[in-house]
């Protein structure tokens, strides 16, 4: 999954598998299919396409396919000048054990497979967890009119707010989940990434390259990493998980603006229920979602003034929807 394939935009999954695949399970002929890359430089473990076709009788003539390989992380490294393209912190990574790559993506392929019905989350029509010959692939709706923001573009309290409200009936439809599939993506995942990209050490070395990416921020970023030995408590993330006096909720793990997509200004889906080896998607506290959310979506003066207000938004929405949840969960500090 390092190394360039023959399949589509160098993957395993050729054009013949998937559309055999996706004529078989839904018993329709697909004719003149075309795929596109979009979001070249974007993510890191997967590609994802657009596939467009003359005629799919009952499926739609557009889709998003997302197949996973890590030939994105590599070409991203490269580009960026990092290390000359080495990856071989990532692929050790990913490689511990034989069946590493068996549980690569796979997390995302079993939500979608139990969040059909859910609103907020795209349709899907193939999920395939990656199997033995490092075949795997989603295929979901594409949903005209919509579109990401970038981290740098601030949203703003009403946009926060669809986004919350979006999020509570995401949270509303996986209560129901069985018990069994809750399990499989029940791990803090905050905890397993603070001994590697929560570590000191490696924070450290991401606020000195911004400083090379951005001279500018020298000063700020020096000021950051002095404190950082004091403001860095792992030991609170492993609260965050254990400490709910709730049955636990969905978090989605990496909730942000780019992974909302937004449609004239209203958040209308989330998606991105990620694995890659750490299980990003779980059940566990929201504020482990809420916390990364209003960091990176808001700017500084709303961040401040509206923060209290925002979780009491999110507070009477989850309520609303789940009311066992009236007493439990609140504001109070």
């Known amino acids: 999954m390092f190394e360039p394939a023959d399949g589509l935009f160098g993957t395993f999954v050729t054009e013949k598998w998937l ?17 596109s890359r979009i979001g070249e430089t974007e993510g890191s473990f997967s590609r994802v396409c657009l596939m467009e076709c003359k005629n799919a009788e009952t499926l739609p003539r557009k889709m998003i396919v997302k197949i996973p390989t890590c030939l994105t992380y590599v070409e991203n490294r490269k580009r960026r000048g990092w290390t000359q393209g080495d990856y071989s912190y990532v692929k050790d990574l990913l490689k511990q054990g034989e069946r590493t790559h068996l549980q690569y993506h796979n997390t995302e392929t079993l939500f979608y497979q139990h969040a059909q019905d859910i609103p907020g989350v795209p349709r899907t029509f193939l999920c395939r967890p990656l199997a033995d010959d490092d075949r795997g692939v989603i295929c979901m709706e594409y949903m005209e009119g919509c579109r990401t923001l970038p981290v740098y573009e601030n ?30 993506m029940n791990r803090n995942v905050f905890q397993i990434l603070a001994g590697t990209t929560l570590s000191l050490e490696t924070l450290t070395q991401r606020f000195q390259r911004i400083s090379a990416w951005a001279p500018e921020l020298t000063l700020v970023m020096n000021d950051v990493i002095r404190i950082l030995p004091r403001i860095l408590d792992h030991s609170a993330v492993a609260r965050l998980h254990s400490s709910c006096p709730f049955r636990l909720l969905f978090v989605h793990g990496d909730l942000y603006s780019c992974n909302i997509l937004w449609r004239n200004g209203k958040a209308v889906a989330i998606i991105d229920y990620q694995l890659s080896s750490r299980k990003m998607s779980h059940f566990g506290n929201p504020v482990e979602d809420l916390l990364r959310l209003f960091c990176i979506g808001l700017g500084a003066v709303n961040r401040k003034s509206y923060t209290t207000t925002l979780l ?12 066992d949840l009236n007493g439990v969960i609140t504001v109070d500090l």
Do not use: W
């Open 155 to 184: 949203i703003s309290v009403d946009q926060m707010k669809s986004a919350l409200k979006l999020y509570s009936i995401i949270q509303h439809g996986c209560h129901s989940i069985p018990d069994n599939v809750r399990g499989q």
């Open 19 to 35: 559309v055999d695949d996706l004529s078989s399970i839904h018993h329709v002929d697909i004719s003149g299919a075309t795929f």
């Open 312 to 323: 009491q938004y999110y507070c009477n929405e989850i309520t609303t929807v789940l009311p």
